[in-house]
Structures are given as C-alpha cells and as structure tokens.
C-alpha cells in the first residue's frame, strides 16, 4: 500500500523518534482505505526546521537566483510528466472529478513556471541621497517558511506557496493535510530528486492532529508562515505567532456571492451558477455560495437553476459521465445533509439535495441543493458551509445588491452577472472582496493576484506580489566620496 513518509534534509523517512505510526487515508467515494501516511510529531518538526534553518544558513540557494529559476522550470516539467498519475491519486483521495484534478496540476505547472522566471528579476534599487552618498534597497530572501495546508487542492495550493518562496530563496517546511499526502508527496519528489538543491531547501510533515502546526507557529526559526484555510484556523494562528512576530500569509474562508442583474444573459448565468457553485462539490473558498438576483428576473432565474442543478450527474471522479464529485468523507457529506434538514424547517427549499443510494451510498455523495434566504443574519448566509448548497437572495436596486453582497464578514471572492459593463465595474468596486469576476467565476491566474479582505485574510498569493510575504528589504548606505 503506498504510503506517505516525511520529507527532512533531503532523505524520506517515517519517524526520526520514538516509533513509527501509520494514520489511514479513505477513498471517500468508496469509504475504503486507499493509502497511509506515517504520523508526524513535534520531533519530526523540529528536525525539518533545523533542516531547512541549516540549508538558508549555511548553502548558497538564497544568492543563486539562476540555479532557482532552473530547479523550477525543471520541477514544472517533471510535475507534467507526472500528472496522468498524480491526477489519478488526487481523485482516489480527494473525491474530485479527474478533469478538476488535471486542472489543477496544470494551474501548479504555470505557477512553478512563472516564478521561475521572476526568480531572475528579484531587483532593489540604489539612490544617491546627496552628493557622493548611496542607499541601496536590497531585496532578500525572508527565511524559513512554513507552509501549512488542506485537502481540497493539494497541488494548487502547495505551489501558489511553494514557488514563490522558492523564487525568493527561501526554504520551507511543508504541513500537508493528512488526507492528501500521497499527493503531496509526489508533486514533492518532482524537485527532491534535484541533486542540484541542497539537502534541506523543502521538508514535508504529515500530521493528523496539530501538534506539528502549533510546533511551527511557535517555532523562532520560522520567520514566515502562509496558511490556506478557515478563518478561525487562521485567526489562532495570528494570535499565537503573534509573541514571535512572524509574518504571516493567510488565505481564508469565503462566502462568495455572485451578483445577477435582469439583464445578464440568463442561460450562460445558471450554467456559470452551476460550474461555479458545484466546482470541488462546492469545497473551494472561492465557490460561489451565495447567488443574489434581481427582482425582475428572480423566479424566472430560480427555476432555471433549481431545473440545472436538479441535472447535475453527482458520481466517481473517475467516471466520464459524472459532473460532480464526492466530499471529503461522510462527517461532511452528513453534515450537509443536516444542514439541509434544518433549512426545511427555516427556509424556503427550493432544491433538496439527497444522499443517493446504491453503490453510491457507501460514499460521501449527496446532491446539490438550493434554498431561498431573506434573513441576513441567518447562518446560511453568515457562516461558511464549504459543500454543494447554494442559497438565493433578492434585491431591488443596486444599493440593496451591494449591501446584501456586504453583509458578511468574508470577502475572498465575488462576481456580477450583468450585459452592462459600466455597471459591472462599479458594483465590484463596492463590493469589499479580493477578487471580483464579470460574467464568470473562479477565473485564476498564476500572473494575477488574490487574496482576502477582512475574515478571508491578508497577503496576497499569485502574480508579482505573491513574492513579498517572502522577501524583505534591507538598506546598505556607503559612500564614495571619503
């Protein structure tokens, strides 16, 4: 059975103390164990950050901008080479559809690509203040980062991190989630097997728990820590680094609400609706979760979506046929479905979404399914649900479509559904959200920069400005006239 080891200074092992411990990894549309991970502890951190504090010490990858670019380029290829069978590992152990996987290893391939080519324009500048006295602005590696991690893209997200904080010269421990780790392990091996990168530059560590989480957050040896995941998650994280003073990079939940207006062209809306909303099962930060439509085209617009996500084909990864997966286990597929309970007995349910049966059964699958909210303190529109339930809302005017797109604490993403451009672009530059999409949704780029406004974080992840979090400036003033 494959099995996830851990990644320290160069060498896979299991354990570096005590014995050695094996955690399951569950297909969840099966419910069958499909792989293992060996379970990391304090000791296993420990080793990896001295690992990765040794290599930025003591080699030269931080002063060799040529030699990182290359070692990213070449990462990039062999992760293509790779992707038929990463792709395959990521839907045995994700629940995602096959096409969604290989999507989302060729999003890393461009990522590692483009920062490699950014790895060779790290410039600072020079000014002379007065006459014969220089200030140059150096741009340097930050130190060692920790990358901390989940499950619902396993590629993507390492990379969007990883490659950046390469490009800097950086090096890095790695946190993956323990469901994913095979993944992770193999996209790692495509630069491991580098000799040209010192022992140490990247180390992995698999945990089930978050004993390793709180060792790196309270390390003094990681300067920077970036962070995918929930807001509470990242909001412990802020407090606890806070006594080192870390930087911190911290993509978190969202809620994203797609705004439709009577004049978008209605059919090409519910598909955007149903691709956008149902994409990982609804399991994307980004997803949209919330769909607000005008009043002059609402009940016409809820029963086109509620007919389009009735058809949706809920079933394998790895079935051509299927048109959406699987959650993550059946703790969530049960909680949705809860959730779903609850909103019969509140809400107006526009759509239920089941727990099929059959050979499905026996799986984390349950159907889309779509509710109307008024209320906007309801925790259908407070609360991130992460799954394949979407709820409508009504507005009037534009004011009201920008107060009800607002009136959450998240602000990751959001998108505006309208033929008028000009209307387009001043709702989004109302709407306080990161990242805001016309006429489409979860439209991502290596080259362009997200990020979160309020309870979805702060730093920015992709594009120019996914380097900072791990550069620093530093000032060196000399003089040429003594």
Same mark, same amino acid.
Not at 404 to 427: C, E, H, P, Q, Y
């Given at each position: 059975?494959?099995?996830?080891?851990?990644?320290?200074?160069?060498? !896979?092992?299991?354990?570096?103390?005590?014995?050695?411990?094996? =955690?399951?990894?569950?297909?969840?549309?099966?419910?069958?164990?499909?792989?293992?991970?060996?379970? =990391?502890?304090?000791?296993?951190?420990?080793?990896?950050?001295?690992?990765?504090?040794?290599?930025?010490? *003591?080699?030269? !990858?931080?002063?060799?901008?040529?030699?990182?670019?290359?070692? /990213?380029?070449?990462?990039?290829?062999?992760? #293509?080479?790779?992707?038929?069978?990463?792709?395959?590992?990521?839907?045995?152990?994700?629940?995602?559809?096959?096409?969604?996987?290989?999507?989302?290893?060729?999003?890393?391939?461009?990522?590692?690509?483009?920062?490699?080519?950014?790895?060779? *324009?790290?410039?600072?500048?020079?000014?002379?203040?007065?006459?014969?006295?220089?200030?140059? /602005?150096?741009?340097?590696?930050?130190?060692?980062?920790?990358?901390?991690?989940?499950?619902?893209?396993?590629?993507?997200?390492?990379?969007?991190? /990883?490659?950046?904080?390469?490009?800097?010269?950086?090096?890095?421990?790695?946190?993956?989630?323990?469901?994913?780790?095979?993944?992770?392990?193999?996209?790692? @091996?495509?630069?491991?097997?580098?000799? &040209?990168?010192?022992?140490?530059?990247?180390?992995?560590?698999?945990?089930?728990?978050?004993?390793?989480? &709180?060792?790196?957050? #309270?390390?003094?040896?990681?300067?920077?820590?970036?962070?995918?995941?929930?807001?509470?998650?990242?909001?412990?994280?802020?407090?606890?680094?806070?006594?080192?003073?870390?930087?911190?990079?911290?993509?978190?939940?969202?809620?994203?609400?797609?705004?439709?207006?009577?004049?978008?062209?209605? #059919?090409?809306?519910?598909?955007?609706?149903?691709?956008?909303?149902?994409?990982?099962? =609804?399991?994307?930060?980004?997803?949209?979760? &919330?769909?607000?439509?005008?009043?002059?085209?609402?009940? +016409?617009?809820?029963? +086109?979506?509620?007919?389009?996500?009735?058809?949706?084909?809920?079933?394998?990864?790895?079935?051509?046929?299927?048109?959406?997966?699987?959650?993550?286990?059946?703790?969530?597929?049960?909680?949705?479905?809860?959730?779903?309970?609850?909103?019969?007995?509140?809400?107006?349910?526009?759509?239920?979404?089941?727990?099929?049966?059959?050979?499905?059964? +026996?799986?984390?699958?349950? @159907?889309?399914?779509?509710?109307?909210?008024?209320?906007?303190?309801?925790?259908?529109?407070?609360? @991130?649900?992460?799954?394949?339930?979407?709820?409508?809302?009504?507005?009037?005017?534009?004011?009201?479509?920008?107060?009800?797109?607002?009136?959450?604490?998240?602000?990751?993403?959001?998108?505006? !559904?309208?033929?008028?451009? +000009?209307?387009?672009?001043?709702?989004?530059?109302?709407?306080?959200?990161?990242?805001?999409?016309?006429?489409?949704? *979860?439209?991502?780029?290596?080259?362009?920069?997200?990020?979160?406004?309020? #309870?979805?974080?702060?730093?920015?992840?992709?594009?120019?400005?996914?380097?900072?979090?791990?550069?620093?400036?530093?000032?060196?003033?000399?003089?040429? *006239?003594?």
């Amino acid at each position: 059975m494959q099995t996830a080891k851990q990644l320290i200074d160069g060498q !896979w092992v299991s354990h570096v103390a005590g014995a050695e411990r094996l =955690g399951n990894a569950i297909n969840p549309a099966t419910g069958e164990v499909a792989a293992q991970f060996c379970e =990391g502890t304090a000791a296993e951190a420990e080793a990896a950050v001295a690992s990765a504090l040794r290599a930025f010490e *003591n080699t030269d !990858w931080k002063r060799s901008p040529r030699l990182r670019a290359q070692v /990213l380029l070449d990462f990039a290829d062999k992760l #293509d080479a790779r992707k038929e069978e990463i792709a395959d590992w990521l839907v045995t152990l994700n629940g995602k559809l096959r096409r969604e996987a290989l999507g989302e290893i060729g999003a890393g391939i461009s990522e590692l690509r483009y920062y490699a080519g950014l790895a060779r *324009n790290l410039f600072g500048r020079v000014l002379e203040v007065e006459p014969g006295c220089y200030s140059s /602005l150096d741009r340097e590696a930050a130190g060692v980062c920790a990358i901390i991690l989940p499950w619902n893209a396993p590629v993507t997200l390492l990379v969007r991190s /990883l490659a950046p904080a390469l490009a800097a010269g950086c090096t890095v421990v790695i946190k993956p989630a323990c469901q994913t780790a095979v993944v992770n392990n193999m996209v790692l @091996e495509c630069m491991s097997s580098d000799a &040209r990168v010192p022992a140490g530059v990247i180390n992995s560590v698999t945990e089930s728990g978050a004993e390793v989480s &709180r060792f790196l957050c #309270d390390s003094p040896d990681i300067d920077v820590i970036s962070f995918t995941g929930s807001s509470a998650v990242g909001k412990l994280i802020a407090e606890t680094t806070a006594t080192t003073l870390k930087r911190l990079s911290l993509e978190l939940g969202g809620k994203a609400p797609a705004v439709v207006f009577a004049d978008a062209d209605m #059919d090409k809306t519910v598909a955007g609706m149903v691709a956008g909303g149902m994409v990982m099962a =609804g399991q994307q930060c980004t997803a949209i979760t &919330r769909v607000l439509v005008e009043d002059a085209a609402y009940d +016409k617009f809820a029963l +086109k979506l509620t007919a389009a996500l009735k058809a949706v084909k809920v079933g394998p990864g790895n079935d051509p046929a299927s048109q959406m997966g699987c959650l993550i286990d059946v703790r969530n597929r049960d909680r949705i479905n809860g959730l779903m309970d609850t909103a019969a007995a509140t809400q107006r349910v526009l759509l239920r979404g089941n727990v099929p049966g059959g050979a499905l059964a +026996k799986g984390a699958f349950i @159907e889309p399914s779509l509710i109307e909210v008024d209320d906007l303190q309801s925790d259908f529109i407070q609360k @991130e649900l992460f799954g394949p339930l979407l709820v409508m809302e009504r507005f009037t005017t534009e004011d009201e479509a920008v107060m009800r797109a607002n009136a959450t604490r998240f602000g990751l993403a959001a998108s505006v !559904w309208s033929s008028d451009m +000009k209307k387009s672009r001043r709702i989004a530059a109302a709407l306080r959200s990161g990242t805001v999409w016309s006429n489409s949704h *979860n439209r991502l780029f290596a080259e362009a920069e997200t990020g979160g406004f309020r #309870d979805s974080g702060y730093g920015r992840l992709h594009g120019a400005e996914g380097l900072n979090d791990f550069l620093q400036t530093k000032h060196f003033y000399f003089e040429t *006239n003594t």
